[in-house]
């Protein structure tokens, strides 16, 4: 697996994953109100008698944020292990959620993941499910299998077979 | 990997959401349900007082869909549904008109309608509440239902 210390390996997982997260957060950001309604239906941090609409609320107008953050610095390859750290707790969180709603029966037409549109985006299912764990597996790697420094070969040096 | 990063990231992802949720024009008061406008003084009420009032014989309107309506409603309601509402108006009119108390619900917390719905009534001159958090509030207190296209 030595592959995946590859720099190369490195730098394309971080576009791809803070790619996803720079468009995900884009109209969540355009638009919270839809968001919120998003947020609301997963029935997870509220709102609710005892929750109140505080928790529900932070989270919808923080979240698309912190994506934007950790997306912007996982394509410039700043802090890039720990954004991928972020990224990969922000993932946990959303298959945590999309789990709980799913145990209570709740149906999610739309999962709030990319378009905040009543009458877009994807419903959550296998497939999100599926795309989240890829995602995930790609922010392990960029978070605790630290690509490779190129070494300058010392001159004079007898060339390794590999 | 350095931990204190990571708490950065989130702390300067939160702020700059809070930021914008306060000087964009986009966000909302974070104590109250998202859907509530500045200025647009709606009044919701939860469900037990929704009871009280259709005993005392308020008018309650559904605001969701006529599939949804048909699957189960609160009894003596009549469908207004926000998609159709000029039409479902013109025929609920009188009755709206003659009414002085008006509960209005949709599909729970996740949904806009009855929000949407109060306000267009506003507009006609007809005021009305909402109960807060719809329809799974009304089932899950375990008022009376009804199924069909009866009110």
Not at chain 1, 2 to 20: D, F, S, T
Not at chain 1, 92 to 111: E, P, R, S, Y
Not at chain 2, 8 to 26: D, Y
Not at chain 2, 42 to 69: C, H, M, N, Q
């Amino acid at each position: 697996m030595k592959w995946l210390r590859h720099p190369a390996v490195h730098w394309l997982l971080a576009l791809v994953v803070g790619g996803v997260f720079l468009y995900a957060c884009w109209d969540k950001i355009l638009e919270p109100r839809k968001f919120a309604a998003i947020v609301y239906q997963y029935q997870v941090i509220g709102p609710s008698g005892t929750l109140g609409f505080l928790p529900a609320n932070l989270l919808t107008v923080t979240l698309p944020w912190v994506e934007l953050v950790v997306g912007l610095l996982l394509v410039t390859g700043f802090w890039r292990r720990e954004a991928a750290a972020v990224a990969g707790a922000l993932l946990v969180m959303f298959l945590a959620a999309v789990g709980i709603a799913t145990a209570q029966g709740i149906d999610l037409a739309n999962c709030g993941c990319f378009s905040v549109d009543e009458h877009g985006g994807r419903a959550a299912g296998w497939m999100l499910v599926v795309g989240d764990l890829a995602l995930l597996a790609a922010c392990a790697v960029l978070a605790f299998l630290p690509a490779r420094r190129a070494e300058p070969v010392p001159a004079g040096a007898p060339a390794t077979a590999h | 990997m350095r931990f204190w990063r990571m708490i950065a990231i989130v702390i300067a992802g939160m702020g700059l959401g809070l930021a914008w949720n306060a000087s964009s024009g986009r966000g909302f008061a974070l104590a109250r349900n998202a859907f509530l406008r500045p200025g647009d003084q709606l009044v919701e009420i939860p469900a037990s007082e929704a009871k009280t009032r259709l005993e005392r014989g308020a008018l309650v309107l559904d605001a969701r869909g006529w599939e949804f309506y048909k699957m189960g409603h609160v009894p003596g309601s009549l469908n207004l549904p926000m998609e159709d509402f000029e039409n479902a108006f013109k025929k609920l009119e009188p009755k709206l008109r003659g009414s002085y108390d008006i509960v209005v619900y949709c599909a729970g917390y996740g949904c806009e309608a009855s929000h949407i719905v109060v306000r267009q009534l506003k507009e006609k001159g007809v005021h009305a509440v909402i109960l807060n958090e719809g329809w799974p509030a009304w089932e899950d207190a375990g008022y009376p239902v009804r199924e069909g296209e009866q009110p």
